[in-house]
Structure formats: C-alpha cells, structure tokens
Nanobody, 122 residues
Framework: QVQLVESGGGLVQAGVSLRLSCAASGRTFSTYAMGWFRQAPGKEREFVAAISWNGGRRSYADSVKGRFTISRDNAKNTVYLQMNSLKPEDTAVYYC???????????????WGQGTQVTVSS
C-alpha cells in the first residue's frame, strides 16, 4: 500500500500563489505516475494535473493550464503543485493520487491522499 499526505493548503486572496506538497511512503515512489485532483463543494472530483514516473511528461486540465505547474522530487518522495494566479473558482479540496504506470494517466489512480483545503477569496 502507498500512503499519500497532502499539505500546503489554506485561505488566500485571488491572484496569490500557493504550493501544495504530497509526501509518499510505503512503496517505491519513483515507479508511480502522480496526479492532482480537486473537488469543489457540490461538484464532482475533477482532474487537475499529472506527471509521469520520471517527471518527463506533464498534463493539465484546461482550466489551470498556464497557471499551475506539477513537479516531483523522487529523492524526497514528494510531488508538488505550484498554483499561481489563483481564482475563486479554484476553491476546492485538493487530492494527490498515485498509479503504478509508465504512462501519463488521467484516470484509474490506485492510491489517494486525504486532501487539503484550498480556499480563494475575491
């Protein structure tokens, strides 16, 4: 089993930047593709970003493209989501997820963190 713990969420004003972190343990982190998802109140969980096992490929939802950056540090067993120019529409619980894949998956992740709240005020 893989354990994932997110951190870095908070309450910020629109236009501010925030960086989320996800620390992994329990398995060999470097073999997993990693993703970020979010769920706003009353809405379904949606894909935000993904990064391949070696960090060579990245994918983003259209709503965050150009503002968010996903990265990873396999030596530290950690994946990051740098969020710039935050908007109220970004308010959600953000989850990191892991999948044993050499591809760049946007679905069928196997392990999930507990989530961290991001609230963006106008």
């Amino acid at each position: 089993q893989v354990q994932l713990v997110e951190s870095g969420g908070g309450l910020v004003q629109a236009g501010v930047s925030l960086r989320l972190s996800c620390a992994a343990s329990g398995r060999t982190f470097s073999t997993y593709a990693m993703g970020w998802f979010r769920q706003a109140p009353g809405k379904e969980r949606e894909f935000v970003a993904a990064i391949s096992w070696n960090g060579g490929r990245r994918s983003y939802a259209d709503s965050v493209k150009g503002r968010f950056t996903i990265s990873r540090d396999n030596a530290k067993n950690t994946v990051y989501l740098q969020m710039n120019s935050l908007k109220p529409e970004d308010t959600a619980v953000y989850y990191c997820a892991a999948r044993a894949s050499i591809m760049l998956p946007t679905t069928n992740y196997d392990y999930w963190g507990q989530g961290t709240q991001v609230t963006v005020s106008s």
